[in-house]
């Protein structure tokens, strides 16, 4: 874990001891693997460049972007009965063979079409459900000739997510994440698939926590640059102003970790008196209405909003020992969720509201677990003897992303929530930690 992570968790671990009182057994629920849906790919139609070998390259992005949902498995092109280029003009077209596509098992069946010019390039493409025989989805994109093909490539397979699962794919979005490969911790962004990491950050300080706005244009992180103490900052690449957030909160307080509503509008924010344990506040992004919300000796931090942004979720050792607690979004009627495990921390709660999160100590080392709000049933979802830690869901609620030593240095890991198809982001470029998904594009 990051520095500041460690300090909060040694904090917090000191003279704690396992409460009894009061505990209560979850009901474990091992959820089972999820289909994937067979599908094939045509090669998009060109009539200005046929024989572009990019046509060919389009095509495996979309499939690799199809496959890294999980919820679809490619059919090869030497296994297909029809053609493996997309026949104009095919918009035209209400039929298609479904029987020679459901001989070699096709459920599924993308064809498209490429037109460009000088200025822009247009991708139109249709979505087959074989089973039923019928087109499920009809769609042309027109973008600037400078937009990179497999940015396109990656929209249309979250598109056909979208029309099969009901939830948009996410091949689409970014990852922000902690990294100390260029000798200090800064803040990196990298595609859903570990592809294009770069620097967000390069303030050569300790930077940490990373956490999107909903609209995806900036970044809320804490930082040391400022006083050598901690505070938050904004990484911007939008209209909105770079650098340090909140300064009319003064400079007293140290201002451990934030994180946004689900509107953008509020923060909850970590902070600290001088020589005083952590509370929870929130307040809105310019700095008025700040609000406390916890106001006792327990150390109190990790919060994070759900999905409505009622309720926060947050950890607390006021029971004796760190575990998560509920609360509403002004405070009121806090009540404990976690009653199994003796050090549980840093919960976020899925898009959907159907599960948070979080980490459990089990022998000395971290596991990630899934506890529903109600607190009824508990899942072990990433078990491994060597930690896993600081979990982060995807903006589908289908995925999550976390940091694991399992292979030495930290790194990102990616796995889907019931725990099948774990991937491997970051390898050998120093230690990366504390993950954060950002949302769908818009």
Same mark, same amino acid.
């Given at each position: 874990?990051?520095?500041?992570?460690?300090?909060?968790?040694?904090?917090?671990?000191?003279?704690?001891?396992?409460?009894?009182?009061?505990?209560?057994?979850?009901?474990?629920?091992?959820?089972? +693997?999820?289909?994937? @849906?067979?599908?094939?790919?045509?090669? $998009?139609?060109?009539?200005?460049?046929?024989?572009?070998?990019?046509?060919?390259?389009?095509?495996?992005?979309?499939?690799?972007?199809?496959? @890294?949902?999980?919820? $679809?498995?490619?059919?090869?092109?030497?296994?297909?009965?029809?053609?493996?280029?997309?026949?104009?003009? $095919?918009?035209?077209?209400?039929?298609?063979?479904?029987?020679?596509?459901?001989?070699?098992?096709?459920?599924?069946?993308?064809?498209?079409?490429?037109?460009?010019?000088? !200025?822009?390039?247009?991708? !139109?493409?249709?979505?087959?459900?074989?089973?039923?025989?019928?087109?499920?989805?009809?769609?042309?994109?027109?973008?600037?000739?400078?937009?990179?093909?497999?940015?396109?490539?990656?929209?249309?397979?979250?598109?056909?997510?979208?029309?099969?699962?009901?939830?948009?794919?996410?091949?689409?979005?970014?990852?922000?994440?902690?990294?100390?490969?260029?000798?200090?911790?800064?803040?990196?962004?990298?595609?859903?698939?570990?592809?294009?990491?770069? +620097?967000?950050?390069?303030?050569?300080?300790?930077? +940490? $926590?990373? #956490?999107?706005?909903?609209?995806?244009?900036?970044?809320?992180?804490?930082?040391?640059?400022?006083?050598?103490?901690?505070?938050?900052?904004?990484? =911007?690449?939008?209209?909105?102003?770079?650098?340090?957030?909140?300064?009319?909160?003064?400079? #007293?307080?140290?201002?451990?970790?934030?994180?946004?509503?689900?509107?953008?509008?509020?923060?909850?924010?970590?902070?600290?008196?001088?020589?005083?344990?952590?509370?929870?506040?929130?307040?809105?992004?310019?700095?008025?209405?700040?609000?406390?919300?916890? %106001?006792?000796?327990?150390?109190?931090?990790?919060?994070?909003?759900?999905?409505?942004?009622?309720?926060?979720?947050?950890? =607390?050792?006021?029971?004796? &020992?760190?575990?998560?607690?509920? !609360?509403?979004?002004?405070?009121? %009627?806090?009540?404990?969720?976690?009653?199994?495990?003796?050090? %549980?921390?840093?919960?976020?709660?899925?898009?959907?509201?159907?599960?948070?999160?979080?980490? &459990?100590?089990?022998?000395?080392?971290?596991?990630?677990?899934?506890?529903?709000?109600?607190?009824?049933?508990?899942?072990?979802?990433?078990?491994?003897?060597?930690?896993?830690?600081?979990?982060?869901?995807?903006? %589908?609620?289908?995925?999550?992303?976390?940091?694991?030593?399992?292979?030495?240095?930290?790194?990102? @890991?990616?796995?889907?929530? #019931?725990?099948?198809?774990?991937?491997?982001?970051?390898?050998?470029?120093?230690?990366?930690?504390?993950?954060?998904?950002?949302?769908?594009?818009?």
């Amino acid at each position: 874990m990051i520095q500041l992570a460690a300090l909060g968790a040694a904090v917090l671990g000191v003279g704690a001891a396992r409460a009894q009182t009061g505990e209560r057994v979850p009901v474990l629920v091992t959820p089972g +693997a999820e289909r994937a @849906y067979r599908i094939a790919v045509q090669r $998009f139609f060109d009539a200005v460049a046929p024989d572009d070998p990019s046509i060919a390259s389009f095509r495996v992005a979309i499939l690799e972007a199809l496959e @890294y949902s999980s919820a $679809f498995s490619r059919i090869e092109e030497d296994a297909y009965l029809e053609d493996s280029l997309t026949s104009p003009p $095919f918009e035209e077209s209400d039929t298609i063979v479904c029987s020679n596509w459901g001989q070699i098992g096709t459920d599924v069946l993308l064809q498209g079409e490429i037109v460009r010019d000088a !200025a822009q390039i247009g991708v !139109a493409f249709r979505v087959w459900d074989i089973t039923r025989c019928r087109d499920l989805l009809r769609r042309r994109y027109t973008q600037s000739s400078d937009v990179k093909p497999i940015e396109v490539a990656r929209r249309i397979a979250d598109d056909v997510v979208e029309a099969f699962l009901g939830v948009r794919g996410v091949s689409s979005t970014e990852i922000a994440f902690v990294s100390d490969r260029s000798g200090s911790k800064e803040i990196f962004v990298m595609d859903a698939d570990g592809s294009r990491q770069r +620097a967000a950050t390069a303030n050569r300080s300790i930077n +940490a $926590f990373p #956490d999107w706005s909903p609209a995806g244009d900036a970044i809320l992180y804490t930082s040391y640059r400022y006083e050598n103490r901690p505070y938050l900052f904004l990484s =911007s690449r939008g209209q909105i102003e770079p650098g340090r957030l909140l300064p009319q909160l003064g400079d #007293d307080r140290s201002q451990l970790r934030g994180v946004f509503d689900p509107a953008g509008e509020r923060i909850a924010l970590v902070m600290s008196e001088p020589g005083g344990a952590s509370d929870i506040y929130t307040v809105l992004r310019n700095g008025h209405r700040l609000r406390r919300l916890t %106001n006792s000796s327990a150390i109190e931090v990790s919060p994070t909003w759900s999905p409505d942004g009622e309720r926060l979720a947050f950890v =607390s050792d006021r029971s004796g &020992t760190p575990q998560i607690f509920l !609360a509403d979004a002004d405070g009121g %009627n806090p009540s404990r969720l976690t009653f199994t495990g003796d050090y %549980n921390t840093h919960p976020v709660w899925s898009p959907d509201g159907m599960w948070i999160a979080y980490e &459990t100590r089990v022998d000395g080392q971290f596991d990630i677990w899934l506890i529903d709000p109600d607190g009824n049933v508990n899942v072990p979802l990433v078990t491994h003897p060597r930690s896993d830690e600081a979990p982060s869901w995807a903006p %589908n609620s289908r995925k999550l992303v976390f940091s694991s030593t399992r292979r030495g240095n930290a790194d990102i @890991y990616v796995v889907d929530r #019931d725990g099948s198809n774990l991937r491997r982001l970051t390898q050998g470029s120093g230690n990366n930690t504390s993950p954060a998904w950002g949302p769908l594009p818009r």
